[in-house]
């Protein structure tokens, strides 16, 4: 038998062995935590539904740093930064708003909610803005600022004082004008009749030793007119027309004045007696959007605009008369100071949005960003401009700023035009699809991937908006390249083997990685405290990187 | 953790027990030897029941099938935040092994000693597991509620055949048709398939899956403690 064959010695050794063998399964089996280095990820794609701002200076030069920017309205408190805080932050101008993942729009309510701008020596900005179910706007509007004391290629200002007597009225005819200016040869010309007292918006007569009148007129026939104009859109929601009711309106202006006047320091709103004020028309005006040149005679329309409530109300219709510079004015009066718009308004109660599917197979999975300009059919007026729209093949975007006549669109790359149109009914909501033809040359398909290591594991990146410029270009060329989800972007707008500056801005931080050069088509990199922190500012980058990873 | 426990200091009981019996019982007698014996088997694979035939005191074949459903839970901290761990654990086995004496002819309790080999089917050997952020996910000034965050699915799946090798401890020759006999080993199910998803704001936790099969790897044992009360039939 074969166990015949084992001595004492051997069993015993058969049994340690066995033993060994079965203890060595056990202590072994399982002695990795199944959670080891498993680390919960949270979706950082908290927001889906964002709108982009660009506050630029109408001069070119920079905006301070002390940009106050407030949400008001029906759904102000759905509206957060980017970055998840109720705080808005402009890092260089750039505002980016996203709604709360339970307050998202639905079929049946379109969030509606308005931003105002703040910044010292500038204009006051009240911009209205809507976001709509399936609308994850991509869409970056521009909002030119104007100091209120400097003039600019659009703006022509004047700034007067006046003394007054007793009681705080003026003593004789107190008249003064904006010049006229090679950017902007229309005038604004106001007089104050002698003898005319001042109060502020809670009726309060206000006395001093001298009034200061302060003029800023707007070239209404410069295409810029539409991130100037208030709320940086010829198309308003909030406006009560001639009939008293209240609805959405498109503005064709003809002038476009904002007045101001202090006595003592305090805003000026009402006066004992109605001042005159004549805008001069902008001589390219034509009516209805079509090739009419405006003349003398022709009824306009005069609006005024409250910036703290965002409202336009009808004052008047005046038939333009030739003034006595020769040229063709709005003459009217008023009691109250604000700003004043002269032109045509058009209803636009009745209208339904057009939106437009961009078709463009080329694409692939990439993104491009392109300019959106909509003028009247003759093309000599510009209508509606969105500087940065994110387009993937297939995107919808919906051409919410028409007019309710027939209009043309040109859609650019950079400077170079690449599909062009006409809407013949912009109010009817007839979807129209627009292809955007192959690439003349073959672009680059390039992927952009950050990967970021945290101590606690890897994290997903939380979406942005990057901007590039071609590298030596000024800051001022820093354009949207796409938004980053997933920490991965995919563009047809870089070239391989060139070399660019990027700009990314998260909360109240700008990130610029100057003079990067796209090496490949597949630019995947991971950073990490411990890892790769880039070579151009590694401290800084470790300090942000420490900063995000406290927040997982 | 305290059925564990419970499970362990029953094992030593009748270890001990087993032992004792050996002392008193040291002689062979083939006469109470019996063939056929139905055992009842409690084991960390499981309760299941088993025919075994011994043709030959040393050797015997053996089959049969065990099964073990475990459901439960717990809290656990992530983030430091509690998180609910749900998880359901299902094995089932039919089994067929070869028992070896091959100290018989000692005096020692070492003659009791049984070796196992054989294989298990498993028709069932998988474990599943919901895990649920009981915290808030702040993201800025955000909050999310844990129900919104969605849950983690985690699912480990072993193969079907599995060898077994082991030892215990059998009275061949019992004095009564019922008896007490203990064993040990293990079954080698190899290395198993993990899958990891999440819901909601967790859906990004697919990319944990790689390092959750890795992990699992390491657990490729199915280690068995088993007491088995058998019936000489």
């Avoid at chain 1, 510079?325 to 045509?344: M, N």
């Avoid at chain 1, 059919?377 to 995107?395: A, E, H, I, N």
């Avoid at chain 1, 650019?412 to 003349?440: E, F, H, K, W, Y």
């Amino acid at each position: 038998m074969v166990f015949n064959l084992l001595n004492k010695k051997y069993m015993k050794n058969f049994t340690k062995l066995l033993s060994f063998l079965l203890v060595t399964a056990f202590v072994f089996n399982g002695c990795r935590n199944p959670a080891y280095e498993v680390n919960v990820l949270f979706d950082a794609q908290v927001i889906t539904y964002k709108a982009g701002l660009q506050l630029t200076d109408a001069n070119g030069g920079t905006l301070p740093g002390n940009i106050d920017v407030t949400v008001t309205g029906t759904d102000a408190g759905s509206i957060y930064d980017f970055s998840g805080t109720k705080k808005i932050y402009a890092p260089n101008g750039v505002i980016t708003l996203g709604v709360h993942p339970k307050e998202i729009p639905t079929a049946s309510k379109t969030l509606s909610f308005n931003v105002i701008v703040k910044i010292p020596g500038y204009e006051e900005k009240n911009i209205p803005m809507t976001i709509a179910v399936n609308q994850f706007s991509q869409e970056i509007k521009g909002i030119t600022m104007v100091k209120t004391a400097v003039p600019t290629p659009y703006t022509s200002v004047v700034v007067k004082d006046f003394p007054l007597g007793t009681g705080g009225a003026t003593t004789t005819i107190s008249s003064f004008s904006t010049p006229s200016t090679a950017g902007v040869p229309q005038t604004t010309s106001i007089a104050i009749p002698a003898g005319t007292t001042f109060r502020d918006a809670n009726g309060t007569l206000l006395t001093g030793g001298a009034l200061t009148a302060q003029a800023i007129n707007f070239d209404a026939g410069d295409p810029e007119l539409v991130s100037l104009f208030p709320g940086g859109d010829l198309s308003a929601p909030n406006v009560i027309g001639k009939d008293g009711t209240v609805g959405e309106a498109f503005f064709s202006p003809a002038g476009f004045t904002d007045i101001t006047m202090y006595v003592g320091g305090v805003e000026v709103k009402k006066f004992s007696t109605p001042i005159n004020v004549s805008i001069q028309v902008d001589p390219t005006f034509k009516l209805d959007g079509s090739t009419t040149p405006v003349k003398a005679g022709d009824v306009l329309s005069v609006y005024s605009y409250q910036v703290s409530t965002g409202q336009f109300k009808y004052e008047t219709e005046v038939a333009a008369i030739v003034d006595g510079g020769g040229k063709l004015a709005i003459p009217f009066t008023t009691d109250h100071l604000t700003k004043f718009i002269v032109g045509q308004v058009f209803s636009k109660k009745a209208c339904k949005i057009v939106q437009v599917t961009f078709i463009a197979p080329w694409l692939g999975a990439n993104s491009t960003v392109v300019s959106i300009e909509i003028l009247t059919l003759d093309g000599t007026k510009r209508l509606d401009y969105t500087k940065s729209q994110v387009l993937f093949d297939g995107t919808k975007v919906d051409f919410k700023n028409l007019p309710p006549f027939a209009v043309s669109y040109i859609v650019r790359q950079g400077t170079t035009a690449i599909a062009a149109g006409n809407i013949t009914n912009p109010c009817d909501g007839t979807a129209l699809s627009v292809t955007l033809p192959n690439p003349a040359t073959p672009v680059d398909l390039v992927t952009l991937l950050l990967n970021v290591k945290c101590p606690q594991g890897q994290i997903t990146v939380p979406r942005f908006d990057l901007y590039y410029k071609a590298v030596g270009t000024p800051d001022s060329q820093y354009t949207l390249l796409g938004t980053v989800i997933n920490g991965s972007i995919k563009t047809t707008l870089l070239k391989v083997g060139t070399s660019y500056d990027f700009r990314a801005y998260w909360g109240n931080t700008i990130k610029t990685v100057g003079n990067r050069p796209i090496t490949t088509a597949d630019m995947s990199t991971t950073v990490g405290e411990n890892d790769f922190l880039g070579t151009k500012s590694p401290q800084y980058n470790k300090s942000l990187l420490i900063e995000a990873c406290k927040g997982i | 953790m305290k059925r564990t426990t419970t499970i362990l200091s029953l094992c030593l009981f009748l270890a001990f027990f087993t032992q004792v019996n050996a002392q008193i019982n040291p002689k062979t007698d083939s006469t109470n030897r019996r063939k056929v014996t139905l055992s009842m088997t409690i084991a960390t694979q499981g309760a299941g029941l088993d025919l075994k035939y011994a043709p030959t005191p040393e050797f015997a074949i053996r089959g049969g099938a065990s099964i073990l459903p475990i459901s439960g839970g717990g809290v656990y901290k992530v983030r430091s935040e509690p998180t609910d761990v749900d998880f359901d654990v299902n094995f089932a086995n039919a089994h067929l092994m070869f028992d070896w004496h091959p100290f018989l002819q000692e005096t020692s309790l070492s003659r009791k000693v049984v070796v196992t080999a054989g294989a298990g089917y498993f028709w069932e050997a998988k474990g599943d597991v919901v895990v649920s952020y009981r915290g808030t996910y702040k993201y800025g000034d955000i909050l999310i509620p844990s129900s919104d965050l969605g849950q983690l699915y985690g699912n480990v799946e072993w193969n079907k055949v599995a060898p077994y090798l082991g030892f215990g401890f059998e009275n061949v020759f019992p004095s009564k048709r019922f008896n007490v006999g203990f064993a040990v080993g293990t079954y080698y199910l190899g290395a198993p398939d993990a899958t990891l998803t999440g819901t909601n704001y967790l859906i990004q936790n697919t990319s944990n899956q790689q390092q959750l099969q890795k992990n699992m790897s390491y657990y490729r044992f199915m280690p068995v403690i088993q007491v088995n009360l058998n019936f000489g039939l």
